[in-house]
């Protein structure tokens, strides 16, 4: 219990001193994650509009595929982007594994599917009519989508959240792909496993109270988004 | 009157049975054309094929000068109402802009618009109120004022009434009819209930299973059904199977299972028809009492089989070698002392009987 205490003041210390290394290693989980998100949000919006809204034969089963996704295990996404990109995998000439770039790709794998299961299930939830009805008022293909986003829009930023919460949160992927190299691919979660391993458990504390003020700070953003009325 | 829609040898199928087969169908403009008929009769599908939602098996869809149906520039000619407001979140005067935002309009215009038919509609307190917190009347408001905003040279609507109370029903109905004569909207108007179709419409299309049985004006088709799945929708009750027997001047004289009806027609003897008598325009006189004499000049000897209550009116099931259904209001059932096994004298005119020659003379 004492450990915890010391490890709060000693963690509050740290955090009002601005030490360059927490500020660096949170300035890249953010960055990394950030873009990760985004790239995800990129992807799986339009791929699950498609999901959701078109039929054909197998679309049953890529549903399925991507409702999998959202379960997949942050250190399968590692291992299998780790034997890609190695010095000796087929992606290994573009020289990527342990580099920040590196664990963008582990958190896209791991959040697009979030992101795509999450907009079919938030566009299948509008009445179907809807779509009709906006053909119908003179709607272009374009213009019926956004306004089925915009309809939708509850749902989609639940999705947004998801999406960051699973990849600022996860640390399997980050540590196989990145290395937790100091000054390079630390982010806070491998930060934190490194810390904790070594005793440190105030500076483990510390940047765990980041990493929470970090996603409850993105999330209010989010959620504030989400609920404004027009 | 000049058409704005032509619909020509048309087929629709889906799973392979055939859900509307039309030979011919045309809309003039200036008009509210209401198709009516039951479930499944191919209505709404008809309406999504004119929307431009449907693809066809077969046929043409001529509407102005747009040649393809599912091109954008076409369906921005026609709107739509729907059973289901379906509105979008957000205000009322938003909704209304939705169709005038999508085709780009300026927001002067926009607003002239929306405030007009706020206006028109009665909604104009409603503008800043947010759609999820409309009636269900208020709601259709707001979509017919979506829909009317556009002034688009046809509106179709798909039974837009029909899930609201029977007062505002009627309340929007009334002022549908002011706008329509008002503002000289053709309109394709979707319903399954008749007396909606007669307040509402110039003409009107019956169909049945996919196929069109009549089109005519309203009043028209009410007296003079011509097949008899559309005198039964149009409230026609007592359908018999009968023969032409012989002409006398200006009328002929009807066989049916052993009894002659007068009819004022023109039909040659020989001809197989359907008699269509309307229960409203049966008499009932006691056995007893001596008819007087009137210019109904038919008389049957039926037997009361069954009485029904119905509010005002009592409906009276007969038998007189076949069956036969009238009504009479109440004091008169009491005053003629009817009840089940009484016998009594069915009168009606020979000009209440609408004949329907059936389609094969054997």
Redesign the interface.
């Known amino acids: 219990m004492q450990n915890l205490i010391d490890g709060i003041i000693r963690a509050i210390q740290l955090l009002f001193q601005g030490d360059p290394e927490v500020v660096r290693i949170t300035l890249l989980s953010l960055a990394v994650s950030g873009v990760a998100t985004l790239i995800s949000i990129l992807i799986g919006l339009p791929l699950g509009t498609f999901l959701a809204m078109v039929q054909f034969r197998s679309r049953q089963f890529w549903i399925s595929l991507i409702n999998t996704g959202m379960a997949l295990p942050p250190v399968v996404v590692g291992l299998v982007v780790s034997i890609f990109l190695w010095r000796s995998g087929p992606l290994g000439s573009l020289n990527l594994i342990y580099t920040p770039a590196a664990i963008v790709i582990a958190q896209v794998l791991i959040s697009f599917p979030l992101a795509a299961g999450l907009t079919i299930s938030s566009l299948q939830q509008l009445?179907p009519?809807?779509r009709?009805?906006l053909?119908?008022?003179?709607?272009?293909k374009i213009?019926m989508i956004l306004?089925l986003w915009?309809?939708a829009r509850l749902a989609l930023v639940a999705a947004l959240i998801a999406a960051f919460g699973s990849v600022i949160s996860e640390v399997g992927a980050s540590m196989m792909v990145g290395g937790n190299l100091k000054g390079s691919t630390r982010v806070l979660t491998t930060a934190i496993v490194l810390e904790t391993s070594r005793g440190e458990f105030a500076s483990a504390i510390a940047l765990s109270i980041i990493l929470l003020g970090l996603a409850f700070l993105v999330n209010f953003a989010l959620t504030t988004l989400q609920q404004r009325r027009? | 009157m000049t058409s704005i829609l032509e619909i020509r040898d048309l087929m629709v199928k889906a799973d392979g049975n055939i859900i509307l087969d039309l030979h011919e169908l045309v809309v003039e403009k200036n008009e509210v054309l209401v198709v009516v008929g039951p479930n499944g009769a191919g209505k709404s599908t008809l309406l999504q094929v004119v929307a431009g939602l449907r693809k066809t098996s077969r046929g043409t869809v001529k509407f102005t000068d747009s040649p393809d149906l599912r091109d954008l520039a076409y369906r921005r000619k026609i709107s739509t109402v729907y059973q289901s407001p379906l509105l979008l979140s957000g205000t009322v005067e938003n909704n209304i802009a939705s169709g005038l935002k999508f085709r780009g309009v300026n927001q002067q215009e926009i607003r002239k618009r929306v405030d007009f038919w706020m206006e028109q509609l009665h909604i104009s307190h409603l503008a800043k109120r947010r759609s999820g917190s409309l009636s269900g009347g208020e709601a259709q408001r707001v979509s017919l004022a979506r829909a009317f905003c556009l002034q688009t040279e046809l509106i179709l609507m798909d039974e837009p009434f029909s899930s609201l109370d029977t007062p505002t029903q009627q309340e929007l109905l009334g002022d549908l009819r002011d706008i329509f004569t008002r503002t000289n909207q053709t309109c394709i108007y979707v319903t399954h209930d008749l007396e909606e179709g007669l307040a509402i419409g110039d003409r009107v299309a019956v169909l049945f299973k996919g196929k069109l049985h009549q089109l005519d004006r309203v009043s028209h088709v009410f007296s003079h059904p011509n097949t008899p799945e559309v005198a039964a929708f149009v409230g026609v009750e007592n359908i018999i199977p009968g023969k032409v027997e012989r002409k006398l001047d200006d009328l002929v004289q009807v066989k049916a299972n052993g009894s002659l009806f007068d009819v004022v027609s023109d039909l040659t003897p020989g001809t197989t028809v359907y008699i269509c008598l309307r229960p409203e325009d049966i008499t009932l006189y006691n056995d007893s009492v001596e008819v007087k004499p009137s210019s109904a000049r038919n008389r049957l000897h039926c037997r009361v089989t069954q009485l029904i209550n119905q509010g005002p009116l009592t409906r009276v099931h007969l038998e007189a070698g076949f069956n036969l259904t009238a009504l009479v209001t109440r004091p008169s059932a009491k005053e003629l002392e009817l009840e089940a096994g009484k016998e009594v004298i069915a009168v009606f005119k020979s000009t209440a009987i609408h004949l329907i020659e059936t389609c094969s003379d054997s």
């Open positions: 009445d009519r809807l009709v009805q053909l119908g008022l003179g709607a272009s213009q306004a915009k309809e027009k």
